[in-house]
T-cell receptor, first 115, second 113 residues
Framework: SQTIHQWPATLVQPVGSPLSLECTVE??????LYWYRQAAGRGLQLLFY??????ISSEVPQNLSASRPQDRQFILSSKKLLLSDSGFYLC??????????????FGQGTRLTVV | SQELEQSPQSLIVQEGKNLTINCTSS?????LYWYKQKYGEGLIFLMM?????EEKSHEKITAKLDEKKQQSSLHITASQPSHAGIYLC?????????????FGTGTRLTIIP
């Protein structure tokens, strides 16, 4: 069965510090991968999505970046965090086109507080 | 601008009453997904709709996708406290399906006794 791991669950970082959030998927190959951010009690904002290794689409210009060094690994990074980067970050995966559309499966999220 | 809009943004309903949440897209949806979330937790998948005019039900929740595949509604019958949470609609916005999976603004549902 497929599983998705996202860590850490919570993170408190000072302004200006770097960030690295990691997400890995098991039990599937060539998944679509996503990073979302959610402000308190609001909807999900799509930050990045990837359809393959090294293929990253950015939806919102910001000081965040994403990388996919391996097929089932998706990393969200920042060189210098801003206060406005605080939020709840969710990683997700879905099946790649050609296998039929499936729902996205979500990790448990990382609550990031920038202080 | 938001590609998927939900209404209402928040909803307070007395237990036992029916309610409807709407999701509207500015583009044709290639797959429409409904999720539920409890605060600070991951998303729970509810239903997926793909064909225009499609309707699905699970327990007391029914979701519909209109013929043009730009609007969906989620209807809860005889609401219960367990229905409380944030409801999110998501849609694939490219003709490759769910590659670009975008979500709506969310609807916060509160059930009062």
């Amino acid at each position: 069965s497929q599983t998705i791991h996202q860590w850490p669950a919570t993170l408190v970082q000072p302004v200006g510090s770097p960030l690295s959030l990691e997400c890995t998927v098991e039990g599937t190959s060539n998944p679509n991968l996503y990073w979302y951010r959610q402000a308190a009690g609001r909807g999900l904002q799509l930050l990045f999505y990837s359809v393959g290794i090294g293929q990253i689409s950015s939806e919102v210009p910001q000081n965040l970046s994403a990388s996919r060094p391996q097929d089932r690994q998706f990393i969200l990074s920042s060189k210098k965090l801003l206060l406005s980067d605080s939020g709840f970050y969710l990683c997700a995966w879905s099946s790649h086109r050609g296998r039929g559309n499936t729902e996205a499966f979500f990790g448990q999220g990382t609550r990031l507080t920038v202080v | 601008s938001q590609e998927l809009e939900q209404s209402p943004q928040s909803l307070i309903v007395q237990e036992g009453k029916n309610l409807t949440i709407n999701c509207t897209s500015s583009k044709t949806l290639y797959g429409l997904y409904w999720y539920k979330q409890k605060y600070g937790e991951g998303l729970i998948f509810l239903m997926m709709l793909q064909k225009g005019g499609e309707e699905k039900s699970h327990e007391k929740i029914t979701a519909k996708l209109d013929e043009k595949k730009q609007q969906s509604s989620l209807h809860i019958t005889a609401s219960q406290p367990s229905h409380a949470g944030i409801y999110l609609c998501g849609g694939g916005l490219t003709n490759f399906g769910n590659e670009k999976l975008t979500f709506g603004t969310g609807t916060r549902l509160t059930i009062i006794p």
